[in-house]
């Protein structure tokens, strides 16, 4: 089991580029959610899905776009980078949220210029 | 709407008991977590405790659950140098999706 695995590390972007962070979890589990970390604010809540094909939207879902066209992945899109969204991303799952909380990833560093 | 909040600092001695408080002001909280969070690296579930209990007893670590006031406290006793991290609270709602929403995090720091 790998667990939640998301890629890149690190991601240094030009304003105004796109890109996807990606997300994969082998643990068969039906809820995903992508959070963003910033020095203190804790973790918002970007987009989330209970299932593959179901997605909705978090606290802080303006610039980013999410599908679940499977149950392993749940890739995080960045339309038009802006120097707001320089941050730690983390994406995590969890089979059952209540008792078993969330699985999380290390965490992608994206840094906007 | 959801609010969890966390002081932001703690420091304590080696072999002292630390304790690290969390307000929410959902009263639909289900769940309530308590994540440990090491530099560079991810969230990782330390316990949780359910709405309807008040206290739960895992080894080091107790959670106080107070659903009058809406205050929960995880106290680590023995605290470590290893226990140095920040610790995020935070709560599901009931029929929400499973979504969380996390505390601002309290950084511990544990001198020698």
């Known amino acids: 089991n790998a667990g939640v695995t998301q890629t890149p590390k690190f991601q240094v972007l030009k304003t105004g580029q796109s890109m996807t962070l990606q997300c994969a979890q082998d643990?068969?589990?039906?809820?995903m959610s992508w959070y963003r970390q910033d020095p203190g604010m804790g973790l918002r809540l970007i987009h989330y899905?209970?299932?593959?094909?179901?997605?909705d939207q978090g606290e802080v879902p303006n610039g980013y776009n999410v599908s679940r066209s499977t149950t392993e992945d749940f890739p995080l899109r960045l339309l038009s980078a802006a120097p707001s969204q320089t941050s730690v991303y983390f994406c995590a799952s969890s089979y059952s949220p209540g008792q078993h909380g969330y699985t999380f990833g290390s965490g992608t560093r994206l840094t906007v210029v | 709407g959801e609010d969890v909040e966390q002081s932001l600092f703690l420091s304590v001695r080696e072999g002292d008991s630390s304790v690290i408080n969390c307000t929410y002001t959902d009263s639909s909280s289900t769940y309530l977590y308590w994540y440990k969070q090491e530099p560079g690296a991810g969230l990782q579930l330390l316990t949780y405790i359910f709405s309807n209990m008040d206290m739960k007893q895992d080894q080091r670590l107790t959670v106080l659950l107070n659903k009058k006031d809406k205050h929960l406290s995880l106290r680590i006793a023995d605290t470590q140098t290893g226990d140095s991290a920040i610790y995020f609270c935070a709560e599901s709602q009931r029929n929400q999706g499973g979504k969380l929403i996390f505390g601002q995090g309290t950084e511990l720091s544990v001198k020698p």
């Open positions: 899905s209970v299932g593959a094909g179901i997605t």
């Open positions: 643990m068969n589990h039906e809820y």
